[in-house]
DNA sequence: CCTCTATTTAGCTAAATAGTAAAATATGAA
DNA sequence: TTCATATTTTACTATTTAGCTAAATAGAGG
């Protein structure tokens, strides 16, 4: 089993399940609601959700037959999370790494090959 | 094929590859040196490091006989982009999205078939 | 009970992929 | 040319997964 990162990512490595996001972004929606826009079974959009519940990416309720599902997004912030250390990279004005890493080099009177930790 | 967006995320869906970007964030590697930390084969990494740059996570030059890998952050940032949209749901105090739909909600009045009461 | 609706599960196929070992390729050096 | 090093490519296997249809499950209501 992979770990809670790598299934979030899985899960989102798809179109279908990320529309099924976007959708929920907007309110909690039924497995009917959610299937409604593709040209899908909704036995395979039932296995999609099922994909994003493992990844806690969506929670499912009960209320009589119907199972709505809910955007969960804690998730989303750990992946926003990992995210957090390749910012650097362009949150300033630096499009290539090389320019920052020359950059940084240059201020640092370092001139070797590439060992140099920026952080 | 998949979507670029798809291609990134599922090219993060795997620890070794993300473990591969982050040795490279602090600066260029080979192929060897970005394998010796793991008990894969080289032609192993050297797959992983084509679905990298498949995904344009990594690019690769030449020198001699070794193939330098650098990140490359432009499909990041794409992932970064599309976080864009759920950012509004931890960005302020909101830790559940049920609460902010239903602040939302009750600004703005009932927009129709999704009024199942939520608990 | 039975029926209707909503959803999931089971069983299948096809495609993708992570891993291997071994052969092939590319470059530098003797 | 030959050898050594670095990396990729080529089969091949095993696992995973997206999709389907059909059957099963769950609740509402007659």
Redesign the interface.
């Known amino acids: 089993m ?2 809670a ?3 979030t ?2 899960a ?4 279908t399940r ?1 529309a099924i ?2 959708r ?2 907007s ?3 039924t497995v009917g ?1 959610l299937a409604e826009p593709f040209d899908l079974s909704l036995a395979t959009v039932s296995k999609h959700l099922k994909v994003l519940q493992h990844a806690r990416l969506v929670s499912q309720t009960r ?1 009589a037959q ?1 199972r ?1 599902c ?4 804690a998730a ?2 750990e ?2 999370g ?2 957090d ?3 650097r ?2 949150a300033g004005s630096f499009e290539r ?2 320019d920052y ?1 020359e950059a940084v080099q240059a201020g640092e009177g370092n001139s070797g090959d ?6």
């Not at 989102?12 to 179109?15: N, Y």
């Not at 590439?114 to 952080?119: E, G």
């Open positions: 992979l770990d990162l790598s299934q990512f899985a989102l490595a798809d179109p990320r996001l976007q929920l972004s309110g909690e929606a609601e209320n119907w709505p809910r955007l969960e997004v989303l912030r992946i926003d990992w995210m250390q390749y910012r990279f362009w790494l090389d890493l590439d060992d140099q930790n920026p952080d």
